[in-house]
């Protein structure tokens, strides 16, 4: 059984998406600590032929917080002003009616809670997506590890027999010895996007969220380029 772990970002890029694709069980990884300035609360669209990025406004708390005690400051309507301009930034896009299907579910989200918010969004992109994978939360598995050991402790109580890392954690796991320390395999998702049409682009821009590959693909051909190899 493949396993996937990941914390739980805000409208997350497509090898968030790829990386679920490929796995039987993911795993939200919401009792990690909040992180400022990190995609947790963030990610970023095209606005104007620019980058532009989206922040979910979280009200203050200690640096130790976790992400699943991380609150929404909703004393603002942030998410109606945010979905309008998510929509006129993409009006002339040719699927902007499959973008307002996720916009309109988006909006209509009503969590105090970051992480909450963002597993909404990511399990609903995912059931469009169709896929099949099955969503687990570290907060229910009662874990007191740490870094590398917490990981083997979450693969060692779902009964994982392989352990599929994004790319970017093979520093510290090589440097905590993973492979010495179990029997489980590991193997990197080395994912690179693929570069898609973007509507009034001369230049491709990458890694943005997987809502601008929504809206110049739609919801079919996303599924097939989000599922890439």
């Given at each position: 059984m493949?396993?996937a772990?990941?914390?739980?970002?805000?409208?997350?890029?497509?090898?968030?998406?790829?990386?679920?694709?490929?796995?039987?069980?993911?795993?939200?990884?919401?009792d990690?600590q909040?992180s400022?300035?990190s995609?947790?609360?963030?990610?970023?669209?095209?606005?104007?032929n620019?980058?532009y990025?989206l922040?979910?406004?979280?009200?203050?708390?200690?640096?130790?917080?976790?992400?699943?005690?991380?609150?929404?400051?909703?004393?603002t309507?942030?998410?109606?002003?945010?979905a309008?301009m998510?929509?006129?930034?993409?009006s002339?896009?040719?699927?902007?009616?499959?973008l307002?299907?996720l916009?309109?579910?988006?909006?209509?989200?009503n969590?105090?809670?970051?992480?909450?918010?963002?597993t909404a969004i990511?399990?609903?992109?995912?059931k469009?997506l169709?896929?099949?994978?099955?969503?687990l939360?570290?907060?229910?598995?009662?874990?007191?590890?740490?870094?590398?050991?917490k990981?083997?402790?979450?693969?060692?109580?779902?009964?994982?027999?392989?352990?599929?890392?994004?790319?970017?954690?093979?520093?510290?796991?090589?440097?905590d010895?993973?492979?010495?320390?179990?029997?489980?395999?590991?193997?990197?998702?080395?994912?690179?996007?693929?570069?898609y049409?973007?509507k009034?682009?001369?230049k491709?821009?990458?890694n943005?969220s997987?809502?601008?590959?929504?809206?110049?693909l739609?919801?079919?051909?996303?599924?097939?380029?989000?599922?890439?190899?």
């Amino acid at each position: 059984m493949k396993c996937a772990i990941m914390q739980p970002t805000y409208f997350p890029w497509c090898g968030y998406f790829n990386l679920i694709s490929k796995s039987n069980v993911f795993v939200f990884l919401n009792d990690a600590q909040y992180s400022k300035g990190s995609w947790h609360n963030r990610n970023v669209i095209i606005v104007n032929n620019n980058r532009y990025t989206l922040t979910v406004p979280i009200k203050k708390s200690s640096l130790t917080t976790s992400i699943v005690n991380k609150l929404v400051d909703n004393s603002t309507d942030w998410k109606k002003k945010q979905a309008k301009m998510i929509i006129q930034a993409y009006s002339k896009h040719p699927f902007v009616d499959d973008l307002h299907l996720l916009i309109d579910f988006f909006e209509k989200l009503n969590f105090q809670n970051l992480s909450e918010l963002n597993t909404a969004i990511i399990k609903f992109i995912s059931k469009k997506l169709n896929l099949k994978t099955n969503f687990l939360y570290s907060n229910d598995l009662n874990l007191i590890d740490k870094r590398t050991t917490k990981i083997l402790e979450i693969l060692n109580k779902i009964n994982a027999t392989v352990y599929l890392s994004p790319e970017g954690s093979k520093k510290y796991l090589k440097e905590d010895r993973f492979e010495e320390l179990t029997d489980i395999k590991l193997l990197f998702n080395e994912y690179q996007s693929i570069e898609y049409e973007q509507k009034n682009q001369i230049k491709f821009i990458e890694n943005l969220s997987i809502i601008d590959v929504i809206a110049n693909l739609g919801w079919i051909k996303t599924e097939n380029y989000v599922k890439q190899k």
